[in-house]
Every structure is written in C-alpha cells, then in structure tokens.
C-alpha cells in the first residue's frame, strides 16, 4: 500500500476544507433531486459547468431521484449499458439522451 503523500499543516488544511465544501455541494444537490426542485436534465446542464457536480457518480444521482431506488437505478443503468462507477462527466450525449428518457 502507498504511502500518503507529505503534506504541510497549511496543505492539509486546505485540502480538509475543499473536500468539506465538495461534500456540501453534493448533499445538496442530492437532496434537491430528492425534494424534487432539481431535476435531472438540470444536474447533467450543471455538470457540464461544475466540476463539483461533474465528479458525481451517476448510480448515486438516480438513488437521490424520488421514487428511485437502489434497486430501479441498478437495473436502468444496466439496461442503458452504463457503468455503475460512471460519473456525469463521463457520460456520453447518447447515454444523456437515453437517461433523461427513462426519467423524464
């Protein structure tokens, strides 16, 4: 196992509040899916800007969709040939298209 790269306390600091703020943005995005103020052809139009939301995996945007859950997620993004460890980013403009079919 690789040993953590050697940080400074200002480094560390920093990176403590970053991934602080990464997690806010996500919660919040998941939870405005699930409050349905968001919808999904949102999230994918704000991906393209946000690299904070880009990150997000897409498995875990569909869970926060209401109605959806683990299971129906699963088994859309399997029939939609999706990966489970794809994230918005790295969805391509057919599997957009097939997505917001599916669930809008």
Known sequence: MPTPPK??????QAALIKAAHVRRV??????????GTLTLGEV?????DDEVIAKI???SILESLPTIG???ARRTM???SIAESRRLSGLGT?????LLGEFS
Do not use: F, N, S
């Open 44 to 48: 994918l139009t704000q991906a393209d």
């Open 7 to 12: 940080l400074t306390a200002e480094q560390r």
């Open 57 to 59: 995996k897409v498995l």
């Open 26 to 35: 996500r919660a919040e995005v998941k939870a405005r899916l699930k409050m």
């Open 78 to 80: 399997e029939k939609l």
């Open 70 to 72: 683990k299971v129906r």
């Open 94 to 98: 057919k599997q957009r298209a097939a």
